[in-house]
């Protein structure tokens, strides 16, 4: 059962993240560039770890709080994993890629600045991006309000995390293996297609809990 949940978060995380973004493309060039990989790998995996930490908490609040508002908060979740699996869907059918465009842009003014530019543009990637918000409250969050608090619960957390940790140090470290599988369009429509069925899967699972 533990193993379940956790491999349940660590593949809703790992969905989530895999989607094309400036993020992704930046952590990819800092990796490509070997230029403060660590700096950038481990402030954007901290942040994404307090985010997701932060989504998972709000749910157990209004779990506490209200039966009504916990269970807005589910559907909220069942939603979004429909609508997420419907976007990977038609990525899938129609892919793009992370070009070396994307990756040489990505930078912007912090191309060439020292390590404090290049850690605030790994933060300002995480946390002003108002999707993230939406992923880790209504998606990680509502997802969550399943497990009770305990073992549960710390199993979806940690795995969520694990998926973090993974693929963003793997980004960053493999950027050069990376780069050229993510510039061809026949990996994102793979990944885009695991992702809908997944996201379809997990939807059902919390549908039949809401019920």
Request: glycine content about 10%; hydrophobic content about 55%.
């Amino acid at each position: 059962m533990i193993i379940t949940v956790f491999l349940e978060g660590f593949l809703i995380s790992l969905g989530l993240l895999t989607a094309i973004g400036p993020q992704n493309a930046y952590v990819l060039r800092q990796g490509l560039k070997r230029r403060h990989v660590f700096a950038v790998t481990a402030t954007t995996f901290i942040s994404d770890t307090l985010m997701i930490c932060l989504g998972i908490l709000s749910a157990e609040i209004a779990l506490k709080q209200s039966p009504l508002l916990a269970t807005i908060l589910g559907w909220s979740g069942v939603l979004f994993l429909l609508w997420f699996a419907l976007s990977s869907a038609k990525r899938a059918l129609k892919p793009e890629a992370i070009d070396h465009d994307i990756i040489d842009q990505s930078a912007g003014a912090a191309a060439g600045q020292g390590v404090k530019v290049a850690i605030l543009h790994a933060l300002a990637f995480a946390w002003l991006n108002p999707w993230a918000y939406v992923d880790t409250m209504a998606l990680l969050g509502g997802v969550s309000i399943k497990y009770p608090f305990g073992e549960g619960k710390i199993s979806f957390l940690l795995g969520s995390i694990v998926a973090s940790g993974i693929w963003f140090s793997g980004l960053a470290i493999g950027a050069t293996k990376a780069a050229p599988l993510f510039a061809q369009k026949k990996t994102w429509q793979i990944l885009d297609t695991l992702i809908t069925i997944i996201m379809l899967v997990i939807s059902v699972t919390l549908i039949g809990h809401l019920l």
